[in-house]
């Protein structure tokens, strides 16, 4: 079965800081991999994803994230928050091979940005 | 282009009742996914539609059913409701099926079982 995990549930960075927040998955086939946002409020959001190519995928408002097949991770990346960046984080995955759209998410980071 | 849509926003049942959610997808958009979402169980995985049949189903009891429309349009139904069913209940809908697929969700039915 499918799993994904994020071990940071809570981060807290002050503006200007650099983020990585890590997600690692189980699962030993071919794999999509997406990161969702939640900002207050508002509903789930994609941010980025990656289906095949080059590893390292550019996603909406400067994050990026890098497949490593390696090590079963897809950890998102920012250089500097603000503010705005200020959300619940939740990565997912869904196996190529069953070709369907059942994600299975991470139990979410929640990013708290002090300005 | 109008975003997924779910009616209601807020609903309050009792234990033993059942109850209705529905969703909307983006126009053009002929896949619905339905996840469940609580604070300690995260997001869930409930089922899929694709052209009115249902293609995956998620690890929940019989009594979480849903159907599609030929317009795309979904509903879930969840008979005999239980506490635990208190959950904010997301629908996702994108293009085609076969998950290489954006999924977009709306903006989700708040549960409150009582």
């Known amino acids: 079965a499918q799993s994904v995990s994020q071990h940071n549930h809570h981060v807290i960075l002050s503006e200007a800081a650099s983020l990585e927040l890590g997600c690692n998955y189980s699962y030993g086939g071919t794999v999509n991999l997406f990161w969702y946002v939640q900002y207050p409020g508002q509903h789930l959001q994609l941010l980025l994803k990656y289906f095949s190519g080059d590893p390292l995928v550019k996603g909406i408002k400067g994050f990026e994230a890098e497949f490593i097949k390696s090590k079963f991770s897809f950890n998102l990346r920012k250089p500097s928050v603000q503010w705005s960046d200020t959300a619940e984080y939740f990565c997912?995955?869904?196996?190529?091979?069953?070709?369907?759209?059942?994600?299975?998410f991470g139990t979410g980071t929640r990013l708290t940005v002090i300005p | 282009k109008a975003g997924v849509t779910q009616t209601p926003r807020y609903l309050i049942k009792t234990r033993g009742q059942q109850v209705t959610l529905s969703c909307s997808p983006i126009s053009g958009h002929r896949s619905v996914s339905w996840y469940q979402q609580t604070p300690g169980q995260g997001l869930q995985f409930l089922f899929e539609y694709f052209s009115e049949t249902q293609r995956n189903k998620g690890n929940f009891p019989g009594r979480f059913s849903g159907r599609q429309f030929s317009n795309s349009r979904s509903e879930m139904n969840v008979s005999t409701l239980e506490l635990g069913d208190s959950a904010l209940y997301l629908c996702?809908?994108?293009?085609?099926?076969?998950?290489?697929?954006?999924?977009?969700f709306g903006p989700g039915t708040r549960l409150l079982v009582l």
């Open positions: 996702a809908s994108s293009l085609g099926a076969g998950g290489s697929e954006t999924q977009y």
């Open positions: 997912a995955v869904n196996a190529v091979l069953f070709a369907a759209n059942n994600l299975f």
